[in-house]
């Protein structure tokens, strides 16, 4: 076995050396009959042979790099430079543990600083943590931090978040204090969706959490919904699936956030069918001691030299026990040095120039889709992401594509299927997509709705 | 006249108000001092209640009434200067300040011989 | 004031005088030969460089109304070369598991197999969108079943629920299941117990579910106190929460009767699988009368560590609990499989968009088709004989906690340090020049200065014999009271300790771009 460095011989020596006679001696404490049962799975196998058996799986999926694809819903297809699955590849990065030795894990720790920096200036906040599981996961953290912020408890989730985001807060708050006010999603009015949220705040609410762009792909100002907020001492939770907009779009920050989490998958990170993702976290300056999740901080060393260590560690679980603001014990390391490095790549220029051109492919989509028969586009404001009404159920229609290899978007009733949803359709376009990619879809697409 | 909890605390009277702090056994437990959190001044609490915390790089406490009041001040001074827990125990970093419903409670905590007993039987 | 935890100096004392070991002089450059001064990157890059060559959009029409962000960003771009440099100069002030010998307690620091990050990169798994029509991953649903039913043979329980992202987001899922399970049946409980040598996430886990936590205790021999927690026992217990093997490296030896106490009780028995890299192959959770648990991927099945995530922590559950396991799951109708994503009424709910860590679900997959299920109980059984190895060889000159055999990590305190004045933070750091990572200190709780060591089955002879070789010159010099290279320690590594005091005091979390910037 490949992976295994002891032989027989040294298996003999470290038994004879720890007093016993045989491997079982050491596992005496296992109750007699259930040790060593019979486990019916196959036996060890070489390298060529796993490779073979995974290859044949992989082979029976459509990867998105393989045809016209324009799936969203949170998670976007976007070029990955060769540079940063390089770097997270390095044995120091990929193989090493949290940074809880600072004097030999400075090199994970100056990029969480870095990290910690590039998602504030991108939110627009003041400190962001070193990351959480993935945006929606955050999203309910950020709830559960409001309650915690302002001692109040009614949370309001506006009809612009996304479905599984919803569902993920209602489920991990089901045993907690807070109290879950989801708005029913318009995906035809994204006005009229935060009209309805500003309306429900009352003097009892936590937060009100809003998307943008919203999973319709609308693109709204939020600052109403932040003064409105605040006038009740709520908290403003401005959760971003797609943070490449933020290329373009003005930061939550600016519009009033108290709290910016999202979905940074879209720098640096694969699709990689729904996970690992990296959670985004961000507040600001007088909540900090409310956030969750590691925080790396800047300090000195003992011969004076600036370094960095990992910060305000007894908010976490492993110090706090039942008293942490939260029970989560990992972040997203490598999914963080992939966005560190991608955004090192990008700047402020790469990433203005990437947000535009997504934006302007999206434009193009929206009116090669306008030109057809059946097809009536729903946004008036977007990124890089519309919502279509179309003559027939979506579900079919995607199928249909799918099978005449185009990846079409993301049926709405995939995600809200109580609502009658059944045929709209969210559509991306990224910077992956070409012209051709469209005319492909736009011919298809005439021809499954004629 | 100083008395002590259980918990490491040192109550001070002066009239029907007690000032309270961490004594100096605690705060070398605790290492150095680098965040207190302070109850919000006019809130009332009962002997044991949870009323502030204590925190070092490694641990964090809880801080309780020794006995029933209201809080009365606080010592802002912590907030910028935490290390006060640790250079001063027993003077300038004092937690709070609290008037008893019932100053004759006094008498059912320990004297500083108690006290000074109780730690030596941790050690 | 309570104290839950020691404390410890976290201020660094000044380092010792190591003007033997310091050259004369100092570079014009801030390098020191192979240690390279690396600045952040917004003391590197500017607003106007980037690294990627993106078209140019040219003019359109924007449609994203009124809210264009004209502000500077303040994000500098470097050119690939120099952010190439600049990460590899970062990387080498780290220390892996591909540099050396990493006995990191409870924490498993086993070989990351390559082969594993090259499976996850194929395209057809790497490259495909959760949302995709379901027709179009077939292969990534066959890879989640085929993960699953290894998993459930390995645990001999019927079910698993793949989507927790972490160990302790499992632990989050398996105590709701558990609660939810008690609800259906009408039967309101309201304490957790956990033992007081627990990993800090079973309380905290336990409080997020609305639970109090109730502390059991150990026994002298490390174990569980079983008459204790039969005394605990009683209807207002949900469950307990067991680490099996246990955070101090031993089997819980009357497992059986603590899973019988507490289903005579009504509650349920959640086992923290921390530990499941010891017995897996060798044991089976659903044998010992577990109800849930939970599995990391990174520890047991070999997933990287990545300097802190990202992880995976599927739970397996028993009869009495797998109909309450989260939503999505894969079903397999005929040779088609197909996701449940919502619909189910009994699960308790969705615990994250999507369907969990897939990168991860192919790392493990191609961690255990490598094994075998004959290689992952060898992997088991070398994992415990390393630290026994360990064990043996040290207990002369360390102070072992326990009486003998371990299981996968063994466990020191600090009582051979007594009257030395070397704390295990000393000891821990004086490792670190060694060429070693520090084990496990402090934790579990349960021993003074504990010092917990976990060679895992990766670990040569050859390697075993090495780092024995340093522990026992440090012991000994540490007992003869030659402390000079502890006070301060490390020296030999790029950065002297840290002061962790005022990084609390006055948290600085971020660099001050626009200040910079103006």
């Given at each position: 076995m490949r992976y295994l460095p002891l032989t027989n011989d040294d298996r003999q020596a470290m038994l004879a050396k720890i007093g016993v006679r045989h491997i079982d001696d050491l596992f005496r404490d296992v109750p007699k009959g259930d040790l060593n049962p019979e486990i019916d799975l196959p036996r060890h196998q070489s390298e060529m042979s796993v490779e073979r058996q995974l290859s044949r799986m992989a082979a029976k999926n459509i990867s998105a790099g393989s045809v016209p694809f324009f799936v969203g819903a949170g998670a976007y297809k976007h070029h990955v430079p060769a540079t940063v699955d390089h770097m997270i590849q390095r044995g120091e990065f990929l193989t090493a543990y949290t940074p809880y030795q600072p004097?030999?894990?400075q090199g994970t720790l100056q990029y969480l600083f870095e990290f910690q920096t590039l998602v504030a200036q991108l939110t627009g906040m003041d400190v962001a943590n070193a990351s959480m599981y993935d945006g929606s996961t955050a999203t309910a953290e950020a709830v559960m931090m409001a309650r915690r912020a302002t001692r109040k408890k009614r949370a309001i989730m506006a009809g612009s978040l996304h479905a599984h985001y919803k569902a993920v807060v209602e489920t991990t708050t089901q045993f907690t204090d807070d109290e879950i006010v989801s708005l029913s999603s318009s995906p035809t009015d994204p006005e009229a969706e935060l009209q309805a949220a500003i309306d429900a705040i009352d003097d009892t609410t936590s937060c009100v959490v809003v998307q943008n762009p919203g999973v319709n792909g609308s693109v709204l100002d939020l600052t109403r919904v932040a003064e409105a907020a605040h006038a009740h001492k709520a908290l403003l939770i401005v959760v971003v699936t797609e943070v490449v907009s933020l290329g373009l779009i003005k930061s939550p920050g600016e519009m009033g956030a108290d709290i910016v989490v999202g979905e940074g998958q879209s720098i640096g990170n694969g699709l990689n069918f729904g996970g690992p993702y990296l959670g985004l976290f961000a507040t600001n300056q007088k909540y900090v001691r409310q956030m969750p999740g590691r925080l790396c901080g800047k300090t000195i060393d003992a011969d004076g030299n600036e370094g960095f260590v990992l910060t305000l560690s007894t908010r976490e679980q492993h110090i706090r026990r039942e008293k942490a603001t939260s029970n989560i014990c990992t972040n997203s390391g490598l999914c963080s040095l992939a966005f560190t490095v991608h955004m090192s790549l990008l700047g402020e220029k790469g990433l203005r120039q990437l947000a535009l051109v997504n934006h302007k492919r999206t434009c193009e989509l929206r009116d090669a889709l306008n030109s057809i028969d059946g097809?009536?586009?729903?946004?008036?404001?977007?990124?890089?992401e519309i919502t279509v009404r179309l003559s027939r159920p979506a579900a079919a229609v995607v199928d249909t594509l799918a099978a005449d290899g185009v990846l079409a978007g993301v049926p709405m009733s995939r995600l809200y299927p109580d609502d009658k949803v059944d045929d709209l359709l969210i559509l991306a376009a990224t910077e992956t997509v070409t012209s051709d990619d469209i005319s492909t879809l736009a011919a298809k697409l005439k021809e499954a709705l004629s | 006249m100083t008395k002590y909890t259980e918990d490491h605390e040192w109550i001070e009277l002066d009239g029907d108000t007690v000032t309270v702090g961490i004594t100096d056994y605690a705060q070398k437990a605790l290492g150095d001092v680098v965040f207190v959190e302070l109850p919000e001044v006019s809130a009332s609490y009962s002997a044991g209640d949870e009323v502030a915390v204590v925190e070092s790089v490694k641990a964090a406490?809880?801080?309780?009434a020794p006995l029933d009041g209201e809080i009365v001040e606080i010592n802002d001074a912590l907030e910028g200067d935490p290390s006060l827990v640790n250079s001063a125990p027993s003077s300038d970093g004092w937690f709070f300040k609290m008037k008893l419903a019932n100053a004759d409670d006094m008498a059912g905590l320990m004297d500083e011989e108690a006290y000074n007993a109780h730690v030596a039987g941790l050690e | 004031?309570?104290?839950?935890?020691?404390?410890?100096?976290?201020?660094?004392?000044?380092?010792?005088?190591?003007?033997?070991?310091?050259?004369?002089?100092?570079?014009?450059?801030?390098?020191?030969?192979?240690r390279l001064a690396e600045p952040l990157i917004f003391e590197l890059g500017t607003c106007h460089t980037t690294g990627v060559d993106v078209e140019d959009a040219g003019d359109f029409e924007l449609s994203i109304g009124d809210v264009e962000r004209t502000a500077e960003i303040g994000c500098p771009g470097l050119s690939e070369p120099d952010a190439v440099r600049h990460f590899t100069r970062l990387s080498r002030r780290n220390y892996g598991i591909d540099m050396g010998v990493f006995p990191l307690g409870s924490c498993t620091m086993k070989h990351n197999p390559r082969l594993n990050e090259k499976m996850a990169r194929l395209p057809g798994f790497g490259d495909i969108h959760p949302l995709q029509p379901v027709s179009s991953v077939q292969g990534a649903l066959e890879l989640m079943d085929e993960l699953s039913h290894w998993i459930t043979t390995l645990t001999g329980m019927p079910a698993v629920a793949l989507s927790p992202k972490a160990g302790a987001h499992g632990e989050l899922c398996g105590v709701m299941a558990i609660r939810a399970a008690l609800e259906a049946r009408g039967d309101a409980r309201e304490v957790v117990l956990c033992p007081e040598s627990a990993h800090g996430t079973n309380p905290a886990t336990a409080a997020f579910c609305g639970y109090k936590v109730k502390s059991i205790p150990a026994q002298d021999n490390g174990r569980v106190d079983l008459q204790a927690l039969k005394e605990a026992l009683d209807d207002t217990v949900a469950a307990v929460m067991i680490t099996n093997p246990n955070t101090c490296g031993l089997f819980e030896s009357e497992i059986k009767e603590i899973a019988d106490a507490i289903h005579q009780a009504g509650a349920f028995f959640y086992c923290d699988g921390a530990n499941f890299n010891a017995i897996m192959g060798k044991a089976r959770p659903g044998d010992l009368g577990v109800d849930a648990m939970h599995l990391n991927l990174h520890k047991t099945f070999s997933t990287p560590h990545g300097g802190g995530g990202p992880g995976s922590g599927p739970v397996v559950f028993s009869e009495a609990l797998k109909d309450f396991a989260p939503m999505p799951y894969v079903v397999k109708e005929?040779?088609?499989?197909?996701?449940?994503?919502?619909?189910?009424?009994?699960s308790l709910g969705r615990l994250t968009a999507y369907h969990g860590q897939m990168g991860m679900y192919v790392r493990a997959l191609s961690y255990m088709l490598s094994h075998g299920a004959d290689g992952i109980k060898q992997a088991a059984e070398d994992a415990v004989l390393n630290a026994n190895y360990v064990l043996a060889s040290l207990s002369d000159v360390m102070s072992a906690s326990f009486e003998g055999p371990c299981m996968h990590e063994a466990l020191f305190d600090d009582r051979f340090l007594k009257d030395t004045g070397v704390t295990t933070l000393d000891f821990a750091k004086a490792?670190?020049?060694?060429?070693?990572?520090?084990?496990?200190?402090?934790?579990?709780?349960?021993?003074h200065g504990a010092m917990l060591v976990e060679p895992t089955e990766t670990e040569s002879k050859y390697n075993m014999d090495q780092f024995i070789r340093s522990m026992r010159g440090l012991a000994e010099e540490a007992r003869e009271g030659k402390v000079a290279r502890f006070e301060g320690a490390p020296y030999f590594a790029p950065w002297k300790r840290l002061d962790e005091t005022q990084a609390a005091r006055q948290p600085v979390l971020r660099h001050p771009v626009a200040e910079a910037a103006e």
């Open positions: 004097e030999i894990a097809v009536e586009v729903l946004n008036n404001t977007f990124f890089n | 406490s809880e801080v309780y | 004031m309570s104290m839950n935890s020691q404390g410890r100096p976290t201020m660094p004392t000044p380092s010792n005088d190591t003007s033997e070991m310091e050259p004369v002089f100092q570079s014009f450059s801030g390098h020191r030969g192979l005929g040779d088609a499989f197909t996701l449940v994503e919502d619909g189910d009424t009994k490792m670190i020049d060694e060429g070693y990572h520090p084990m496990t200190m402090y934790f579990p709780l349960v021993v």
